[in-house]
């Protein structure tokens, strides 16, 4: 989950407002009573909607960035100003909880409608960045099935990017060339006390799952930085109605156990699991479980997932109800 970025120049604002599709930015002052009352609510809405280069969300000191304010003619605090594409498109004076969350949730909406397929959908111009993968015909990316609204991911660090940043088929910006500019949001999950990630995935259909692809790209290390792991054991269970913790993980049958080593890992940090094709039959929904790393550090680091296999049914979302036992089980 992201935090809102802290304007420093206007050149950085105005930056954020051509490489993002909507800047929410937040109009405050130290001194001002009601920016303190309505900043926590203003942060949740930052940890639920954030996305890289789609929604961005701001805060922006009247009294230290004078120019920026003046600019748009702020005179009351707190203000709100949403932006969409560079233009203003809507503004909230005064700490109205009820009004900005409206207005800010409405907005994340149409940009989710209309972007090209949604989470993960398999026409995105930018899904190129994966290395080509040699399937049946009868099957294809069904990513953009995953129920978005119903993601669970435990012991995620909140300092990196939401649960849905995995479903997206942008390409990493680990993968970019150049120099990552500052402030640049971090498109990528990280276990947070430990290793372990807990990953509960519902989907709009019934899905055949054929197979499941992992990104992770963590850093190259620099002297004696500690960089994220990739994942090396991972769990998957199938048809759970809701996500598991940990402790239960470890007590109830497994659907399929992979452990990754460094050859399974291709040139875009994209591992391709397999899956025993038999068991993933009728699957409402997944868990994934990445028990630990390949190596010493305390924390995993996943950049993206992609889903293959065939759509079924469309599921009544909501209610997430337990299929019997799968085939050859």
Same mark, same amino acid.
């Given at each position: 989950?992201?935090?809102?970025?802290?304007?420093?120049?206007?050149?950085?604002?105005?930056?954020?407002?051509?490489?993002?599709?909507?800047?929410?930015?937040?109009?405050?002052?130290?001194?001002?009573?009601?920016?303190?009352?309505?900043?926590?609510?203003?942060?949740?809405?930052?940890?639920?909607?954030?996305?890289?280069?789609?929604?961005?969300?701001?805060?922006?000191?009247?009294?230290?960035?004078?120019?920026?304010?003046?600019?748009?003619?702020?005179?009351?605090?707190?203000?709100?100003?949403?932006?969409?594409?560079?233009?203003?498109?809507?503004?909230?004076?005064?700490?109205?909880?009820?009004?900005?969350?409206?207005?800010?949730?409405?907005?994340?909406?149409?940009?989710?409608?209309?972007?090209?397929?949604?989470?993960?959908?398999?026409?995105?111009?930018?899904?190129?960045?994966?290395?080509?993968?040699?399937?049946?015909?009868?099957?294809?990316?069904?990513?953009?099935?995953?129920?978005?609204?119903?993601?669970?991911?435990?012991?995620?660090?909140?300092?990196?990017?939401?649960?849905?940043?995995?479903?997206?088929?942008?390409?990493?910006?680990?993968?970019?060339?150049?120099?990552?500019?500052?402030?640049?949001? @971090? =498109? #990528?999950?990280?276990?947070? *006390?430990?290793?372990?990630?807990?990953? $509960?995935?519902? %989907? &709009?259909?019934?899905?055949?799952?054929?197979?499941?692809?992992?990104?992770?790209?963590?850093?190259?290390?620099?002297?004696?930085?500690?960089?994220?792991?990739?994942?090396?054991?991972?769990?998957?269970?199938?048809?759970?109605?809701?996500?598991?913790?940990?402790?239960?993980?470890?007590?109830?049958?497994?659907?399929?156990?992979?452990?990754?080593?460094? @050859? =399974? #890992?291709?040139?875009?940090? *994209?591992?391709?699991?397999?899956?025993? $094709?038999?068991? %993933? &039959?009728?699957?409402?929904?997944?868990?994934?479980?990445?028990?630990?790393?390949?190596?010493?550090?305390?924390?995993?680091?996943?950049?993206?997932?992609?889903?293959?296999?065939?759509?079924?049914?469309?599921?009544?979302?909501?209610?997430?109800?337990?299929?019997?036992?799968?085939?050859?089980?």
């Amino acid at each position: 989950m992201s935090k809102p970025v802290v304007i420093s120049s206007p050149a950085q604002f105005s930056g954020l407002l051509k490489s993002s599709r909507i800047v929410v930015t937040d109009f405050y002052a130290d001194w001002c009573g009601p920016c303190k009352q309505i900043a926590p609510i203003y942060d949740q809405l930052c940890a639920q909607l954030s996305r890289p280069n789609q929604i961005t969300f701001v805060k922006v000191n009247v009294d230290t960035q004078k120019e920026i304010a003046a600019s748009y003619a702020v005179t009351a605090m707190p203000t709100f100003m949403i932006f969409n594409q560079g233009k203003v498109v809507e503004k909230v004076q005064g700490a109205d909880p009820r009004k900005l969350q409206a207005v800010v949730k409405k907005l994340a909406a149409e940009a989710d409608g209309s972007s090209s397929s949604g989470f993960g959908g398999s026409s995105s111009s930018s899904s190129g960045w994966r290395e080509p993968l040699t399937l049946a015909k009868d099957y294809s990316p069904v990513t953009d099935q995953v129920d978005v609204k119903g993601l669970e991911l435990l012991n995620a660090d909140s300092e990196f990017a939401g649960v849905r940043i995995l479903f997206e088929e942008s390409k990493p910006t680990a993968l970019q060339k150049g120099k990552a500019p500052i402030n640049q949001p @971090k =498109d #990528w999950v990280e276990s947070d *006390t430990d290793e372990q990630l807990m990953l $509960f995935m519902p %989907f &709009q259909a019934t899905l055949k799952v054929h197979t499941i692809q992992i990104t992770s790209l963590p850093p190259v290390p620099e002297d004696d930085d500690e960089v994220p792991m990739r994942p090396k054991t991972i769990k998957i269970f199938t048809n759970r109605p809701h996500n598991l913790g940990f402790d239960e993980a470890e007590d109830i049958p497994v659907t399929q156990e992979f452990e990754l080593t460094e @050859k =399974d #890992w291709d040139a875009t940090g *994209t591992a391709t699991l397999s899956l025993r $094709f038999v068991k %993933f &039959q009728n699957v409402t929904s997944l868990v994934l479980f990445v028990v630990d790393g390949d190596g010493e550090s305390e924390r995993t680091r996943i950049d993206r997932i992609r889903i293959i296999g065939q759509t079924g049914e469309k599921r009544e979302l909501g209610k997430l109800e337990k299929i019997g036992d799968e085939q050859g089980e």
